[in-house]
Every structure is written in C-alpha cells, then in structure tokens.
C-alpha cells in the first residue's frame, strides 16, 4: 500500500481550510492488500511458507483484477485474461478464489476495506468520520480514476452488478460511525443512524456518478461530497457539534480551498 504522509499542521482548522487534499496512505488499487488468512482443503489454517505462498499468491490474483478492471470494466473482465496475466491457469484461481463474480467481489472488498482503515485512522482530522470516509472516497477516485469511474459506473448502471457488494462494503461502515456518535451524544435525539446513512449514502452515490459521466472533475466531485454530507449532518448533530462542521463547509467553499484542490 502506497504512503503519502502528510506533515501535522499546527491546527485542525488550518487541516480543513488546507482542503486536506493529501490524505496520507491512500491505497492504490493495484497493491498487495490482502490480509486474509488461507486455509487448506479441510479448512484448517495454513502455517509456513505454503501458507505466505498462497496468501500472496492470493493478493497478487485480486491486485491483478482491480488492475484488469480498471482498464476494461465489468463487462469485459475475464478470468481467462487475467489468469494470463498472473501466469496462472484459470483452474487455479478458480481454486483460490472462485468464478469470475467471486474475483471481483473479493477485490472490491479488499480495497474498500483498506480505504476504510485509511480513513478510520485519519479521522481526527475531520469534524467526525463520516466525513472522513466520505473525503477517502473522493481523493481515491481522483487518485485512481480509472478504478474508480469503473466501480461507480458499475455501481450505478441498470445491470448494477457490484451495487450488493459495494454496498455491504461501505454502508454498514458508514451505518456504524454515525451510531456511535449517536452513542456519543453528538447526533440530535431524534435522528435515526439508519435513515442518515441512506440519505448520505445517496449523496455520494449521485455525485459519483456524475463525476463519472464527466459531468464533474475531482475537485468538484469532493467539493459536491464534503458540502452535501456535511450540510446533511449539520442538522442531524448537535448545537455544540455545528461550529466544526460549518468550519469545515466554509473551508470547502473558500478559494484556497479550490487552489489546493487542484
């Protein structure tokens, strides 16, 4: 996973009026992520070098695919061609991993995974997490647009063939950050968690998707995100919480903010 540490500023202000537009350990889609460990046919954990040999072949097989899918898309992604690639059969990563479904749903879930982690770890740089997971999204896809335009796109076309995975992926995180500030005190009495993350959910969702039609470029895109989520939960928190998150929105909307975006 690439790193692209950001030196401390001397306040959380100046972080947001900077537009945080270095997010440090973005992950590239194309590293070696995994950290699942295999196991042999009767399910019991590998140890040794046989175990490392296959948990790397496995991560090299789903960086492999997120490459191939970034540059042909969902519909022309095939095992075979990636097998190719690996210097692999395909019979081998139908034994590793499974069908062609299967290999896309595991490189998603890897990635999206280590976002998360990324953006988890980052958070106090924000008003909250939400909006730092939100950020993780926008600064991935400008990073890495070719892998993300792909995911949204099929995210959101008709087919929708990785709507369930993406979305099992990303909204029980998002789900579980805004209940614990439920928990914490910092959401309004009446706010359901739940009907929040829908409504954010679909914000990003929509501005994503413009961004990938190219009706937005990405400093537009994180723009869109951080307002519309922001200003969403701007009235779902608490009257202490708001001076962070209008912080936080005046700085997305500041001029300086848009030089540092671009």
Same mark, same amino acid.
């Given at each position: ?96 991993? &499974? /069908?062609?479904?299967? %290999?896309?749903? $595991?490189?998603?879930? =890897?990635?999206? *995974?280590? #976002?998360?982690? +990324? ?14 997971? &939100? /950020?993780?999204?926008? %600064?991935?896809? $400008?990073?890495?647009? =070719?892998?993300? *335009?792909? #995911?949204?796109? +099929? ?108």
């Amino acid at each position: 996973m690439e790193g692209d540490p950001t030196p401390p500023e001397s306040s959380t202000k100046q972080n947001w009026m900077s537009g945080t537009s270095k997010m440090s350990c973005v992950p590239d889609p194309g590293a070696y992520l995994s950290d699942e460990r295999s196991t042999t046919d009767d399910g019991s954990p590998m140890r040794g070098s046989r175990w490392m040999n296959q948990r790397q072949r496995r991560a090299a097989i789903l960086a492999t695919a997120r490459q191939l899918f970034a540059q042909n898309g969902y519909d022309r992604f095939h095992v075979r061609e990636l097998a190719g690639l690996c210097n692999l059969s395909a019979q081998t990563i139908y034994n590793l991993i &499974g /069908d062609r479904d299967r %290999v896309l749903h $595991e490189a998603m879930r =890897e990635h999206i *995974r280590a #976002m998360v982690t +990324s953006a988890t770890k980052q958070s106090d740089r924000y008003p909250n997490v939400a909006l730092a997971l &939100g /950020d993780m999204f926008c %600064v991935t896809a $400008e990073r890495y647009p =070719e892998y993300s *335009r792909q #995911m949204s796109i +099929s995210f959101s076309c008709s087919s929708r063939p990785l709507f369930e995975v993406i979305s099992n992926c990303t909204f029980p995180t998002l789900f579980s950050a805004l209940t614990r500030l439920q928990l914490r005190d910092r959401l309004r009495n009446h706010v359901d968690p739940r009907v929040l993350t829908e409504r954010i959910a679909a914000l990003g969702a929509v501005s994503m998707l413009h961004w990938a039609d190219g009706r937005r470029n990405s400093s537009e895109l994180r723009r869109d995100v951080g307002l519309g989520w922001g200003l969403v939960l701007l009235g779902a928190v608490e009257p202490r919480e708001q001076p962070q998150i209008e912080d936080w929105l005046g700085s997305l909307e500041s001029p300086r903010s848009e030089q540092a975006l671009a």
